[in-house]
């Protein structure tokens, strides 16, 4: 899934022409697995029952159809969780956002903010 790895999470086009082009040096059920695959991670809103039933239709199982779909998932989150950890790898909130809270034992700690990365992952915001 070098395709899946080398996506920054960018919005996939309407048309499915990326997901054949992806897949174009496949055949068969390998292409058919591979494109729902791909749809899956990349652009769920774009499943429908062709890409379905093109990998049902050589076997036809619940258990290996569910297998597929979780490998799918599996790879698109951690393909995001890495890209997570990267940047907040060199993300770190300024002094300045730090507060610091007096407890009832006159202890004091740190009040973290919280921060979101936004959906194609390319800057930070904070929130509250």
Not at 7 to 35: C, F, H, K, Y
Not at 84 to 94: G, K, L, M
Request: glycine share 4%; aromatic share 8%; proline share 3%.
């Amino acid at each position: 899934m070098r395709n899946l790895q080398a996506w920054n999470g960018e919005l996939m086009p309407i048309s499915r022409s990326w997901v054949d082009a992806e897949t174009s040096a496949m055949t068969g059920q390998d292409r058919a697995i591979a494109r729902l695959a791909l749809v899956l991670a990349k652009a769920p809103y774009q499943i429908d029952e062709a890409l379905v039933e093109d990998v049902l239709q050589e076997d036809r199982g619940e258990e290996r159809f569910i297998r597929i779909l979780a490998w799918a998932s599996f790879c698109s989150a951690r393909s995001f969780a890495q890209r997570i950890a990267t940047a907040t790898d060199s993300f770190e909130p300024s002094r300045a956002d730090e507060r610091h809270m007096k407890t009832e034992a006159g202890t004091s700690h740190k009040e973290t903010p919280t921060w979101v990365l936004s959906a194609n992952a390319s800057n930070w915001s904070k929130v509250g």
